[in-house]
């Protein structure tokens, strides 16, 4: 549900995109990003491709998130303040699937086209979406755990949210994987670190704690591994297979170390490009896909130094 203080901004940003001139000269296309944070070096390759096209395309753009991945009101703010500026098209990154449904149902009533990223909203007033397909990565998550176990064991998952499409594709992805797949490997827990790595920490020592005997654990995004790599070091537990999401230095370091035995890299700087350039497009109203795919890989000590991995790291 939200707050009233969001009711009450959505009600003025419908004020003002309906009264209010264009915040901006005339000859200035404007397109705001807004995305789930930006304390992830994750958010900040998105950010580098965004600047890449609006570069390419002559455009004005903006980039900003709250300062966690938990803070949904204040993503809303934020959306609120970048439609009130009357801009050409939004990107936007939901960290709640269904909380800026209002905005964005407004936006698009004053024909402002809307491009989601990273993270789609459950609706249709996207014209598209920019993203990983987050349900397959993260069964290759799974079969990539189940080679290394054996195909037998338990595994637990520490998953950066439960609301967002991206908290929930991943863990539904590996789960359900797991279920159809590896009927002698039980996921023995699923707990939320909220893409905190301090919080992660702290969750994947509790889940440690509970099953010493644990062969696996899969974090869903930058900092949730990196929670699980860091409870793994901590506590000197040894055997425990970590996959992780996303792929930062401190990923990419742990894998060089041995600490992770591999992880599912996105294309950051894609997600980004591909963004701002439907936005143009869907703004001089071309034919969009539903999903512009923007690819996954998985990479791990053998392939790491591959020229095709490199060109999707990003620390």
């Not at 966690?68 to 009101?73: K, P, S």
């Not at 996207?126 to 993203?131: I, L, N």
């Not at 064991?153 to 998953?159: F, M, P, S």
């Not at 790595?197 to 889940?207: D, G, H, W, Y």
Request: proline share 3%.
């Amino acid at each position: 549900m939200l707050s009233r203080r969001t009711l009450i901004g959505a009600l003025s940003v419908a004020a003002t995109l309906t009264m209010a001139p264009a915040a901006y000269a005339q000859d200035e296309i404007y397109i705001p990003l807004v995305s789930k944070g930006f304390q992830h070096q994750f958010w900040q390759a998105v950010k580098a491709g965004a600047d890449q096209a609006a570069e390419e395309l002559g455009v004005r753009i903006t980039f900003e998130g709250p300062d966690n991945e938990t803070m949904v009101d204040r993503q809303i703010d934020m959306l609120a303040a970048a439609l009130a500026n009357n801009p050409g098209a939004i990107g936007f990154a939901a960290l709640d699937s269904q909380a800026a449904i209002p905005l964005l149902r407004q936006a698009s009533e004053a024909g402002i086209p809307v491009i989601a990223f990273d993270s789609g909203v459950d609706s249709d007033i996207p014209v598209s979406t920019a993203t990983t397909d987050n349900v397959a990565a993260a069964a290759l998550a799974a079969d990539k755990m189940a080679e290394f176990l054996g195909g037998e064991g338990t595994v637990a998952v520490v998953a950066h949210d439960q609301t967002s499409r991206t908290g929930i594709d991943r863990r539904d992805g590996f789960l359900n994987q797991m279920e159809s797949e590896y009927p002698d490997i039980e996921v023995v827990t699923v707990q939320y670190g909220a893409g905190d790595q301090l919080q992660s920490t702290e969750v994947a020592k509790a889940i440690l704690t509970a099953n010493p005997d644990l062969g696996g654990m899969f974090g869903t995004n930058e900092g949730s591994a990196i929670g699980i790599v860091n409870a793994v070091r901590e506590m000197g537990s040894e055997g425990v297979t970590i996959i992780g999401y996303d792929s930062g230095k401190a990923q990419t370091d742990a894998i060089r170390d041995g600490l992770m035995a591999g992880a599912i890299t996105q294309n950051p700087v894609g997600i980004g490009y591909e963004t701002v350039k439907a936005a143009v497009a869907a703004m001089n109203g071309e034919e969009l896909p539903e999903i512009i795919d923007t690819g996954f890989y998985y990479y791990d000590q053998s392939n790491i130094d591959d020229a095709e991995i490199q060109a999707v790291l990003y620390d």
